[in-house]
Each structure stands twice: as C-alpha cells, then as structure tokens.
C-alpha cells in the first residue's frame, strides 16, 4: 500500500512542478516580441527574425545538453535533476528581466536552455513508478501539468505585463521556478539506487536493448515533426493579433487569453484521453490527434478577429491533449525501465529542435510571405506527420 502511496504523491508533487514549470516558460510568450521591440528592434523583417531567435535559443542549447543530463539523471537519480533544472532555471529566468538589449536576451535564453530539463526527468522519474497498467493515466494526468502551465503561461503573463510592465514579470517567473525548487527539494521523494559509471551503457548499448528500436526512433522524429507544428505560429502569434486589432490597445492581455485558450481544453482531454490511450492504443489516439489539428490549422489563417482566432485555438487544445501523452505513453512502453531518463532525454532533445526549427520557419515564412500563409504550413506539417507515424504503426504491427 506505502508504494502505491508514493507513486501516486509522486505524481501529484511532478503534476506541480511540470504545471509551474511550463507556467513559468509561458509566461513571457504573449510579450517577447513586444518586448524586443522595446529593446530597440523596430524594423518588421528584423523583429520576426529576432524573435524567433530569441523563442529557439532555449529550445537549442536544450536539445544539446539533454542526452548529458538524461544520462546523468538515470545514474545520479531524477530528483537532484530536478532541482539542478528548478534552481538554474529560477537565476537564469530572473535575469532576464535585466537585459539592456537583444543581444543579452538570447544569450540568456539560451543559459535557461543549458539548465533546463525539469519536465523530461519528472516524466521519467513518475514512468519509473507507475505501474505499467496505469502509465497511460498517469503520463496523461503529468502531462496535463505541462500542457495546462504551458498555454494558461501566457494568459496570466499576458494579464501581469499590462499591469505591471514587461521586465517585473521575469522576475515574478524567476520566483515562480523557485518555489517549484522548494516543492520539488521537500516534497518528492525517490527511492533511487545509483548506477555504476562502469555499468552506464554507451548510446549505442542503450538503442541496441531497445526491444522496438525503429518504434522508438520513429516517435523520436514524430515528436520533432510535431513541435515544428506546434511553435512555428508562436512568435508571430502576438503579432498576427495586433494585426488582427489593428491596434496595441491590451494587446498582452488579448494575446495571452488567446495563447493559453488551447490549456482549458487540453487540460479537460488529457486524462480522458490517456485513459481511452490504455483501453484502445495510444497509437490510435496518436493518429486521431494529428488528423483533428491538421483540419483545425487550416481555417486559423481565415479569421477576421481574435474571437474567431481564440475559439479555434480551443478546439486545437483537444487534440494537443492527444498527441505527446499518447507519445510518452509509448515510449514508456517500449523502453527498459533503468534508463528512462535517457530515452526520454532523447525524446526531449527531439522535441527541444522541434522548437528550435518551428520559431525559426514560422518567423521566416511569415515575413516572406505573411501570417496565414503559417498556419497553412502547420497544417501540411501535421498532414506529413500523420501519414509517417501511420506507416511506422503499420510496419511495427507486421
């Protein structure tokens, strides 16, 4: 009974950190490229461009550094990786609210990103103790957390910045993440047994045990495919807005509601859909997602107001609750148990350069060619996911 006691509180403490955490990296969205504008950068081109570097810089150094810390974490334990990623990630977003020009923005963005890695260890750590006939709720209800911190993120950034002003709210953001260090250091609790260096398998080892390699390679490039989709509208979407105005007028209030409308959604599907995912194959739920969000991108490049605008996002966040729980439920599934963390370190490397393109294209396309031409982009993004992980399911069931 004390072990399920401790999975189950495990879960709940992680569910907080991932929520606080993606709180916290969401909170400046709505106002990022509004706030580069402030740092001197006025020029249209420039600040598309500008702000899809500073959106990528985290997401880059992230997917550099995450194998290291993935691997660290499966000998060492989750937990002090945890709080490594809680306490970096406090200073670092803390500072940003400091910077006197673009220049130190991305430099910082990009320190944030060498210091992440919160969410991936925590999946692991709660995949790690959750009994395989519940990970497919219980990786559905962690990622509700992330989900939900994610997109409300920039709903309550949004609210502080027309408030209180663009730079008090990193530091609100540093203190944020600190006060999920503190949770983290006194209320989760890991029953870890270190891994000898010795014992520690080479990338190669690791891959060659896997008992579904070219499944979990497969979901690797799915999740890539994936966040390119899902980032490529995000620095142009406080713009696409103002656009939409046709004026400034509570444009991080409008952005931030707009921003976040997916989280009530997905926060309402994820469980359901992970407990549908354990019942009738996560695969399905995976497919089914992509084809939801591939015709729900399309008329998002249609809308003549942020009312329409947000109401699709809505209903975009009922196939994001579907997508990357039904993936991390299948990577659980098909991994060893003992290194966890570095599969999913993997997986979060994948998804982190998926940030990294998807800022950097939806930027550069929608200053060649305009905003909707993104969102048709997005959608032919999802179509081309949607016909690759069904041919891998295929081949993997044969």
């Given at each position: 009974?004390?072990?399920?006691?401790?999975?189950?509180?495990?879960?709940?403490?992680?569910?907080?950190g991932?929520?606080?955490?993606g709180?916290?990296?969401?909170?400046?969205?709505?106002?990022?490229?509004l706030?580069?504008?402030d740092?001197?950068?006025?020029?249209h081109?420039?600040?598309?461009?500008?702000?899809?570097?500073?959106?990528?810089?985290t997401?880059?150094?992230?997917?550099?550094?995450?194998?290291?810390?993935?691997?660290?974490?499966?000998?060492?334990?989750?937990?002090?990786?945890?709080?490594?990623?809680?306490?970096?990630?406090?200073?670092?977003?803390?500072?940003?609210?400091?910077?006197?020009n673009?220049?130190q923005?991305?430099?910082?963005?990009?320190?944030?990103?060498?210091l992440?890695g919160?969410?991936?260890n925590?999946?692991a750590?709660?995949?790690?103790?959750?009994?395989?006939?519940?990970?497919g709720?219980?990786l559905?209800f962690l990622?509700?957390?992330t989900?939900s911190?994610?997109?409300?993120?920039?709903?309550?950034?949004?609210?502080?910045?027309?408030?209180f002003?663009?730079?008090?709210v990193f530091?609100?953001?540093?203190?944020?993440?600190?006060?999920?260090?503190?949770?983290t250091?006194?209320?989760l609790?890991?029953?870890f047994?270190?891994?000898?260096?010795?014992?520690?398998?080479?990338?190669?080892?690791?891959?060659?045990?896997?008992?579904?390699?070219n499944?979990?390679?497969g979901?690797?490039?799915?999740?890539?495919?994936?966040?390119?989709?899902?980032?490529?509208i995000s620095?142009?979407?406080?713009?696409?807005?103002?656009?939409?105005?046709?004026?400034?007028?509570?444009?991080s209030l409008?952005?931030?509601?707009i921003?976040?409308?997916?989280?009530?959604?997905?926060?309402?599907?994820?469980p359901?859909?992970?407990?549908?995912g354990d019942?009738?194959?996560?695969h399905?739920?995976?497919?089914?997602?992509?084809?939801a969000?591939?015709?729900?991108?399309?008329?998002?490049?249609?809308?003549q107001?942020?009312?329409?605008?947000?109401?699709?996002?809505f209903?975009?966040?009922?196939t994001?609750?579907?997508?990357?729980p039904?993936?991390?439920?299948?990577?659980?599934?098909?991994?060893?148990?003992?290194?966890?963390?570095?599969?999913?370190?993997?997986?979060?490397?994948?998804?982190?350069?998926?940030?990294?393109?998807?800022?950097?294209?939806?930027?550069?396309?929608?200053?060649a060619?305009?905003?909707?031409?993104?969102?048709?982009?997005?959608s032919?993004?999802?179509l081309?996911?949607?016909f690759?992980?069904?041919?891998?399911?295929?081949?993997?069931?044969?």
């Amino acid at each position: 009974m004390e072990a399920k006691l401790n999975w189950k509180r495990n879960l709940y403490i992680s569910w907080l950190g991932c929520f606080l955490t993606g709180v916290s990296f969401n909170l400046v969205m709505p106002f990022m490229s509004l706030y580069i504008s402030d740092l001197g950068v006025t020029d249209h081109t420039e600040l598309n461009v500008w702000s899809g570097l500073a959106v990528s810089a985290t997401a880059l150094t992230s997917a550099l550094v995450s194998p290291f810390w993935g691997r660290l974490a499966d000998r060492k334990g989750r937990r002090l990786m945890l709080l490594r990623a809680s306490l970096g990630m406090a200073i670092t977003m803390g500072c940003l609210g400091l910077v006197q020009n673009v220049y130190q923005l991305v430099l910082l963005r990009a320190l944030n990103g060498l210091l992440s890695g919160y969410i991936p260890n925590a999946t692991a750590l709660v995949a790690s103790q959750a009994p395989q006939n519940k990970s497919g709720w219980a990786l559905g209800f962690l990622s509700t957390g992330t989900i939900s911190g994610t997109l409300i993120g920039p709903l309550i950034g949004g609210f502080l910045a027309d408030i209180f002003g663009y730079r008090p709210v990193f530091f609100i953001t540093g203190f944020v993440l600190l006060l999920t260090f503190l949770l983290t250091l006194f209320f989760l609790k890991e029953d870890f047994k270190p891994v000898i260096r010795e014992k520690m398998l080479t990338t190669r080892q690791l891959f060659q045990r896997l008992p579904s390699k070219n499944l979990v390679l497969g979901l690797f490039l799915t999740t890539f495919i994936i966040q390119i989709a899902n980032t490529s509208i995000s620095p142009i979407l406080p713009l696409y807005i103002r656009e939409l105005l046709g004026s400034d007028d509570n444009i991080s209030l409008i952005s931030g509601i707009i921003t976040s409308a997916p989280g009530i959604s997905a926060l309402i599907a994820s469980p359901y859909l992970g407990k549908l995912g354990d019942k009738i194959g996560n695969h399905k739920v995976l497919i089914g997602g992509l084809v939801a969000a591939a015709i729900i991108m399309v008329p998002m490049a249609w809308v003549q107001s942020p009312l329409e605008l947000g109401l699709l996002r809505f209903l975009l966040g009922f196939t994001t609750g579907a997508l990357m729980p039904s993936i991390n439920t299948l990577i659980n599934k098909n991994s060893p148990r003992d290194s966890l963390s570095s599969i999913f370190s993997y997986n979060q490397s994948s998804q982190s350069l998926g940030n990294v393109a998807g800022p950097l294209i939806g930027s550069s396309v929608s200053a060649a060619f305009g905003y909707p031409i993104v969102f048709y982009m997005t959608s032919l993004f999802l179509l081309g996911n949607l016909f690759f992980t069904h041919n891998m399911f295929k081949k993997h069931s044969k």
